[in-house]
Every structure is written in structure tokens, then in C-alpha cells.
């Protein structure tokens, strides 16, 4: 029995070995049978597997070369929107900011204008140069009253600043650009009464809010401050002039500069107040930061000879908004009907909503708590002629909005019971004058120490919140430019082409924020444009963003874009066309417009699949 059992298994393995060799050379054979005694009975029949085997190579290298197309395609995808977040953004410029140089440069920086560009490049040019000078014209901000910890006691008012008394929304690229140039910037906005709360806007686009991603963040949405302009400008106004040697302010005018043989602004000539002699102070580096007077435009032509007027484009939105403010005393602020109470709401937007104008709705509303326990409510729209305050005005505009839902309950609630204190209330109207941008960076002849930051070179539409965080990428490309560049070794001057370089960063840095509001404004009828354009120029881009935006009441990753992009951090435009976002917006159009289902599509893929499939199956 044993040697049967031997004899059985020696030839189970000469069979497996003969099926595997023939079927591997293109023969296959039958077994006939075993018996004992006598060989295994093979019949061999044609099964030629080379067509199979061609088909998986065709398969495999087809799949390998498509492979290696999408790990192109990405890599390529990943290094452009590395380059563009490098080229036309502060990103990787934020974290250098408050970096002190090695070695300072001698000499002393003349900044022109003290409102938050003059003062953050003010605070920037102290860790580069050993002497900074800020020249204001109004007298007051010298005074204590100008950096006073309480903002809302302060007595004087900005006459050159028109939203002084409005509501600011800070970015989260401000508040992080703020907390690395001072240190202890938490604690002060704490003295100050100023709320730091998460940078959730609590938007709402036709009544429904946007997808805020608060999943992407375990604890929770990151934090940025909520203050009116007043608050803001006064603590960087503090911490700039009483926190920082180096830096000195005058109460003067600046009237013009001189240049030297070598290109160079050698002298700037001012006029302090209550003076009648001017002095020509000796500068290294000049800074207009003047703002909507745009007082560069005027030095330059006397300094230079040089028609500088064409470089300015302009475009009026005519769009009027109002700021009003209720002091909430503790007895109304435990009634009102807040979600999650005013006691848990240590500050930040209440409600907020945008308008739609794809649907005829030019109106904004935001209701947001800031210092002292204050209330602001902006409302204003483009279009407007007149200032709107009154709570049952507020009322009337509000339930005019477009709105898929109905206002909240509790919203209305809340506006009623802000009557109780509608007699203390405070409003300050705004009529926004007209967007322009200088664009510097197209010129040549600029003296090379001779710079531009803030509204100097552009002023975009303030609804949008995004003024002071164009004034900070001013700062921020020009700290970065300081920190790789090496004086020249004549008379320690800066490089040559100093400016060109500045001016050509801060444009790229800056230009998709004045397209951007630009485009929003052209999507409006009253809006007035640029001289030989047209409202309708990118209204192609302005439907898509439209869609993006109702994209993102319901999907999470058209939402988290939308708050990145609003809170001006990790965005470039490469993103709004991100292939799934792409096919989610198709698919919208699809639905809303009830186009023939694309399912067909798909059926004859599948069907193509299976017929490939089974085929493949048959032959094997």
C-alpha cells in the first residue's frame, strides 16, 4: 500500500509539472486517466494563450502610462500653486515678520502718514534701519488721547479716515501678521477690551449659511480679534510709538522731496505744526503712506518731470453703508435672544448677511459684537443714497433681502429689543469713494529709496473687509525685501533697482484683491467702471464664483475655499478650479437647469467595461 501511495504522488507532481510547462509554451492537455502499471494518457488540444497574455501587457502599460501622466499632472499641479502662493501671496512672508536685521542700516526712514499702513511699516523699518520718522498731520494723535487703552472714551476722531468710526473686520492674515510684529499683542487686546474670538463670520447667502470648516480644526475654527477701525488703529498706534525704540512721530506736513544727481531722494522737506519754517530732513528711505490722497503721485512729478497721473486706473462702486452702535447694559444683554447667550459670546459676528446680485439683492447686513460690550450693526448696499439706522429702517431693508428661508425668529426678536436702547445709540455713515490702483510697478524712473504702501497705491471697496490686510502684505513684502537684500557699498544706500523690486512684489501680492473686489463690484448695475470698460468684463468668472458660493452652502470643500479665501490665507486662484470643484459645479448647473441626466454617459462606460470584461473572462 505504501509503494501505491509513493506511486501516486510522484505522478500527481510529474502531471502538475507537464500542465504547467505545456499550457506555459502555448499547448494544453487532457487527462485521460491513471492506472497503476502504465503512463498517464495525455491528449493535447490547441489553447494558445498569447492574445490573453498581449492584452494584459497592453492593459498594464496602458494603466502604467496613465499613472505616471496623473503623478504628473499633480506634481505640476502641487509645484504652481506652491510658486503662486510664494509669488502673489504673504504666506511665507508672515513668519519672517518681526525678524531683526544683523546689522542695521544707518540712517533715517521718513514715513508719510501715520494711520495702520505708516504705522506697520514703521514697525517693520525699526528692526532695518536705526532711525524711523512718522510725519501726521493731525496734531491729537501725538497726544495721549491717540493711544489711549480704552478706545471707546477716546475724544478726538479722525478727520482723514472716513470708516474710523465703522465696523473692521480683521482677517486672520492681519491678526497672525499682528501677533508675530508684537509679541504681547493678546494681552494688550485684552486691556483694551478688545474680544478675540473664532473667525467664524456667521455668513449667510440667501439665508442659508456657508460650510465653515470646523471639522478641519480638532479645537475648533483659529481666533482673530473683532474691533472697530477706532480700536484697531489705537492699539497699533500704541504698540508701534510706546512699545518700540527708534521710532519717533512729528505733527507735521510732508511737501515734497529732492533728489540727488544719483537718482536718489537725498532730502525730504516738511513743515511741523504751528511752524512756519520748513525742514529738509536727510532720508535713506521715503514711504507714502498718505493714503486716498495719494500724495507720492504729486512728489514725483515735481522731483522727476515725470507724467505719473496715467498710472492710476479707477473705478466708482457708489455704494453708501452705516455703522450704528448700541451700548448693551447688563440687564437687556442676559434677554437677548443670541444663540448660545451673550455671556458665551465673548465677541465676533452674530449674523451676517451677503448680498446676491445674480438675484437683484445689492444690500449687506452685519451684526457683530465688539469692545465695551457694544453692538455695531453695518448695514448698506450699493446703489444706496442715504444712511440707514433706525432699528424699524433696519427692519424693513432686512425683510427685503432675497432669501430662500425665512429671517430667523430670533433675529427680528433681537432688533426689536434693541429699541429699548435705540435712543443712546451712535451712527457713523459712510459714502465709499472710488476704488483705484497705481500701478507703480509699470514705470521706470522711480528713485530707487522711494516707496508706496497701503491705500498710497490701491483702495479697494471697504465692504469688503480687506484694507488693512493689503496694508500688512505691503509691510510684509517690504520686510522680506529688506532681509535679502545688502546695502550698496556707497554711502550704505539701497540697491538700484530697490524700488522696482518693492513695487513689482506688492503689486503681485496685492493684484488679486483688487480683481476680486473689482469683479464683485461689476456685478453690481450702478456701479461706474474703469474708463474703456465695460460692466459686463468677466461676468463669465463672476457666474462661476456665484456658483461656488452656492456650492458652498451645501459642500464642505467649496466652503472651507470660500472662508480661506475670505480669511486671506492658503489661496491662490488655482484653487477655485480644482478639478472636483469643476465637476461639483457642473453637476449643480446640471440640477438646477434639469439639463438631460449625464447617467447615459455612464451607462455606456459600464457598458463598455463589462463587455471588455467578459470577453477577457470567455477567453480565459
Known amino acids: 500500500m505504501l509503494q501505491s501511495l509513493v506511486s501516486k504522488l510522484n505522478h500527481s507532481q510529474t502531471r502538475n509539472m507537464k500542465l504547467y510547462h505545456h499550457c506555459y509554451s502555448g499547448q494544453r492537455y487532457n487527462y485521460s486517466g491513471y492506472s497503476p502499471g502504465r503512463r498517464a494518457l495525455w491528449q493535447p488540444y490547441n489553447c494558445n494563450l498569447a492574445p490573453v497574455v498581449s492584452f494584459n501587457l497592453i492593459i498594464m502599460t496602458l494603466s502604467l502610462i496613465l499613472l505616471c501622466v496623473l503623478l504628473c499632472v499633480v506634481l505640476f499641479w502641487q509645484g504652481l500653486r506652491y510658486y503662486l502662493l510664494w509669488k502673489t501671496t504673504v504666506n511665507f512672508d508672515i ?43 493731525e496734531t491729537w494723535l501725538n497726544s495721549p488721547d491717540g493711544q489711549v487703552v480704552k478706545s471707546w472714551t477716546q475724544v478726538n476722531k479722525r478727520s482723514r479716515v472716513l470708516q474710523y468710526e465703522s465696523l473692521q473686520v480683521t482677517m486672520l492674515l492681519l491678526y497672525r501678521g499682528l501677533q508675530h510684529l508684537f509679541q504681547n499683542f493678546n494681552v494688550e487686546c485684552s486691556e483694551s477690551g478688545i474680544p478675540i474670538a473664532s473667525a467664524d463670520l456667521k455668513t449667510h447667502i440667501r439665508g442659508r449659511p456657508y460650510l465653515v470648516p470646523h471639522d478641519a480644526y480638532k479645537g475648533g475654527l483659529p481666533k482673530t480679534i473683532f474691533a472697530s477701525r477706532r480700536a484697531l488703529e489705537t492699539i497699533i498706534r500704541r504698540l508701534t510709538l510706546g512699545g ?19 537718482g536718489y531722494v537725498s532730502t525730504v522737506t516738511i513743515r511741523k505744526h504751528g511752524e512756519r519754517n520748513v525742514q529738509h530732513i536727510p532720508a535713506v528711505l521715503v514711504v507714502d503712506c498718505t493714503g486716498p490722497a495719494i500724495c507720492g503721485l504729486k512728489w514725483l512729478r ?46 465676533g459676528h452674530i449674523h451676517v448677511m451677503s448680498p446676491d446680485p445674480s438675484q437683484g439683492c445689492h444690500n449687506h447686513l452685519a451684526v457683530a459684537k465688539v469692545e465695551h460690550n457694544q453692538i455695531v450693526i453695518c448695514f448698506g448696499g450699493w446703489g444706496m443714497e442715504r444712511p440707514v439706522h ?3 429702517d433696519i427692519k424693513d431693508h432686512v425683510l427685503g433681502m432675497a432669501s430662500d428661508v425665512p429671517i430667523p425668529e430670533w433675529f427680528m426678536t433681537f432688533l426689536d429689543m434693541l429699541k429699548e436702547i435705540e435712543d443712546t445709540r451712535t451712527y457713523s455713515p459712510v459714502r465709499i469713494p472710488p476704488s483705484f490702483f497705481v500701478h507703480y510697478e509699470k514705470t521706470a524712473g522711480i528713485p530707487p529709496n522711494f516707496i508706496a504702501i497701503g491705500d498710497s497705491v490701491c483702495r479697494v471697496n471697504s465692504i469688503f473687509g480687506q484694507g488693512c490686510s493689503k496694508a500688512l502684505i505691503g509691510a510684509a513684502a517690504l520686510n522680506t525685501l529688506l532681509l535679502r537684500i545688502q546695502p550698496s557699498s556707497r554711502g550704505n544706500l539701497l540697491p ?43 461676468v463669465a468668472l463672476r457666474r462661476y464664483r456665484g456658483r461656488l458660493v452656492r456650492l458652498s452652502l451645501t459642500d464642505k470643500q467649496a ?37 438631460p441626466s449625464l447617467s447615459w454617459l455612464g451607462r455606456i462606460v459600464g457598458v463598455s467595461v463589462w463587455h471588455s470584461g467578459s470577453e477577457y473572462s470567455r477567453r480565459l
Open 244 to 262: 518700540t525704540e527708534g521710532i519717533e512721530q512729528i505733527s507735521g506736513t510732508v511737501l515734497g522731496f529732492e533728489s540727488g544727481d544719483d
Open 95 to 137: 513668519p519672517l515678520l518681526g525678524t531683526p536685521r544683523a546689522v542695521k542700516i544707518p540712517g533715517t526712514v521718513v514715513i508719510c502718514g501715520g494711520s495702520i499702513a505708516g504705522l506697520l511699516t514703521a514697525r517693520v523699518c525699526r528692526d532695518h534701519f536705526t532711525n524711523v520718522l512718522i510725519v501726521e498731520p
Open 390 to 392: 433706525a432699528i424699524d
Open 302 to 347: 515735481r522731483a522727476t518731470g515725470q507724467d505719473v497721473a496715467s498710472l492710476k486706473v479707477s473705478y466708482d462702486p457708489k455704494m453708501y453703508y452705516t455703522s450704528t452702535y448700541f451700548t448693551v447694559p447688563p440687564d437687556l444683554a442676559a434677554r437677548l435672544p443670541i444663540p448660545g447667550g451673550w455671556d458665551n459670546l465673548p465677541g
Open 496 to 538: 538700484k533697482n530697490f524700488s522696482r523690486q518693492f513695487f513689482t512684489s506688492q503689486a503681485s501680492k496685492i493684484s488679486d484683491i483688487w480683481k476680486g473686489c473689482k469683479l464683485a463690484d461689476y456685478g453690481n448695475p450702478t456701479t461706474v467702471p474703469i474708463a474703456g470698460e465695460r460692466l459686463d468684463s468677466g
Open 559 to 595: 466652503g472651507a475655499l470660500m472662508w480661506r479665501n475670505v480669511m486671506m490665507i492658503d489661496t491662490v486662484w488655482i484653487d477655485f478650479f480644482q478639478p472636483f470643484l469643476l465637476l461639483k459645479v457642473l453637476w449643480q448647473v446640471t440640477k438646477e437647469h434639469k439639463l
